[in-house]
């Protein structure tokens, strides 16, 4: 099955600095690859997902920006932090019955 | 309208309760339904799938009515373990095959 490494597991980040969270893809190939936010106390929201290398879908226009350079490679960038980024990001796979996600990035902009 | 909606609760049961959770979704072409468990500060991980049947997993009972667009799921006999975010998922037919989350319905089974 499918193992997803994303690093890292915390960062604290001041206003106006970039942001780069990095995803990484084992046991599969080709696959469907999501980026998710989730607010204190809320549900998830996707931000961004990806079918195929350089295929890009964003779902929310806000300050982020996603890449995808290699087939199982899921990267979320931001040039300029503002506070409202701060939360907990996963980035999720698809497999053939169910999602996996990693282990996230509590992400807190100060 | 969101796309799919939970009572955000808290659901605060004694152990050995019994207690339901219902979720309601929009998309009427939606074809995949799930729910997931959440632990605090965790990344969510699959409880069950959702089938047009209906299906048990021990404890668990999950039940789909696409007439209503209507999940929900069924936990007997609470444990402390239970205690945890439960979050109904709908997946579309279409090339991205996104998985769209509810809010979550959080659950405190007391001892």
């Known amino acids: 099955s499918q193992t997803i490494h994303q690093w890292p597991a915390t960062l604290v980040q001041p206003v106006g600095s970039p942001l780069s969270l990095e995803c990484t893809v084992e046991?599969?190939?080709?696959?469907?690859l999501y980026w998710y936010r989730q607010a204190a106390g809320r549900g998830l929201q996707l931000l961004f997902y990806?079918?195929?290398?350089?295929?890009i879908s964003s779902e929310v226009p806000q300050n982020l920006s996603a890449s995808r350079p290699q087939d199982r490679q899921f990267i979320l960038s931001s040039k300029k932090l503002l506070l409202s980024d701060s939360g907990f990001y996963l980035c999720?796979?698809?497999?053939?019955?169910?999602?996996?996600f990693g282990q996230g990035t509590r992400l807190t902009v100060v | 309208r969101k796309e799919v909606e939970q009572d955000p609760g808290p659901f605060n049961v004694p152990e050995g309760a019994t207690v339901a959770f219902n979720c309601t979704y929009s998309?009427?072409?939606?074809?995949?339904f799930f729910w997931y468990r959440q632990d605090c500060r965790k990344e969510p991980k699959l409880l069950m799938s959702?089938?047009?049947s209906g299906n048990e997993d021990g404890r668990f009972t999950a039940q789909l009515n696409r007439a209503s667009q209507y999940i929900s799921l069924l936990i007997r006999d609470s444990k402390l373990s239970d205690s945890a975010t439960y979050l109904c998922?709908?997946?579309?037919?279409?090339?991205?095959?996104?998985?769209?989350f509810g809010s979550g319905t959080r659950l405190l089974v007391r001892p």
């Open positions: 999720a796979c698809l497999g053939d019955t169910e999602a996996f």
């Open positions: 046991g599969t190939s080709n696959p469907n």
């Open positions: 990806s079918v195929g290398i350089g295929q």
């Open positions: 998309n009427s072409a939606s074809q995949s």
């Open positions: 959702v089938y047009s």
């Open positions: 998922v709908v997946r579309g037919m279409d090339s991205s095959y996104k998985l769209i």
